[in-house]
């Protein structure tokens, strides 16, 4: 079994729906749970950062941490097409974060 | 502004030859890493170090070089020993308690 799934897509939706992206993990030691967004032809940047399992919200964008089910979820409210992108998750292991494989979202006008 | 900037964005190398991509950061971190980025692979490390004049090899570590001389500098040599070199790195820095990656636009490297 893999340290971290998720589901490489393409996902597409209609503009102003709610994205909900996920992923699972398998090692319970992880601790710091992270959501990067990637545009085509560029690095990630670092969206959401939690540590405690719940929900933490930034604008748009809530992050949802469920440690007893190895379980973490971004979701985008008002999606725009704006936020076509990659997004990977990301948890820590030791000194080194484990990523995910990324899931291409398409946001349709 | 502070970052991570990575150069150059293109590159171009011969079968057989010895090709480094730069790295450079001026966020004051301590840890550095490199990955390399292939289609439906995700993101793999390829070397990390956490303090000038070290440095640990990550999981696709074979046919790759990496040195660590200035706390804002960690360029990655890609050898003629690695036999699959084309790809997109992405070079990234954090503090050492990592409170998550910033990373520079990455390089593409092609050979030809």
């Known amino acids: 079994q893999k340290e971290v799934e998720q589901d490489p897509g393409p996902l597409s939706v209609p503009e102003g729906a709610i994205v909900s992206l996920n992923c699972t993990y398998s090692?319970?030691?992880?601790?710091?749970f992270m959501w990067y967004r990637q545009y085509s032809r560029k690095g990630p940047e670092l969206l959401m950062y939690?540590?405690?399992?719940g929900n933490k919200e930034d604008g748009r964008f809530t992050a949802q941490v469920d440690k007893s089910s190895k379980y973490i979820s971004l979701f985008i409210r008002d999606s725009q097409p704006s936020d076509s992108a990659t997004y990977l998750c990301?948890?820590?292991?030791?000194?080194?974060?484990?990523f995910g494989k990324g899931t291409r979202l398409h946001i349709l006008p | 502004d502070g970052g991570i900037t990575q150069s150059p964005k293109y590159l171009f190398r011969k079968e057989g030859q010895n090709v480094t991509l730069s790295c450079e950061q001026n966020?004051?971190?301590?840890?550095m890493y490199w990955y390399r980025q292939d289609p439906g692979q995700g993101l793999r490390l390829i070397y990390y170090?956490?303090?000038?004049?070290?440095?640990q090899k990550g999981d696709i570590a074979e046919g790759y070089s990496v040195s660590r001389e200035k706390k804002e500098s960690f360029p990655l040599t890609v050898t003629s020993a690695q036999k699959n070199p084309t790809a997109f790195y992405l070079c990234?820095?954090?503090?050492?308690?990592?409170?998550?990656?910033?990373f520079g636009s990455g390089t593409r490297l092609t050979v030809v």
């Open positions: 170090s956490q303090i000038v004049n070290d440095f």
């Open positions: 090692n319970s030691a992880f601790q710091y």
């Open positions: 966020l004051n971190h301590d840890a």
């Open positions: 990301a948890m820590n292991r030791d000194d080194k974060i484990i």
């Open positions: 990234a820095s954090s503090e050492v308690r990592l409170y998550g990656y910033t």
């Open positions: 939690t540590y405690s399992s």
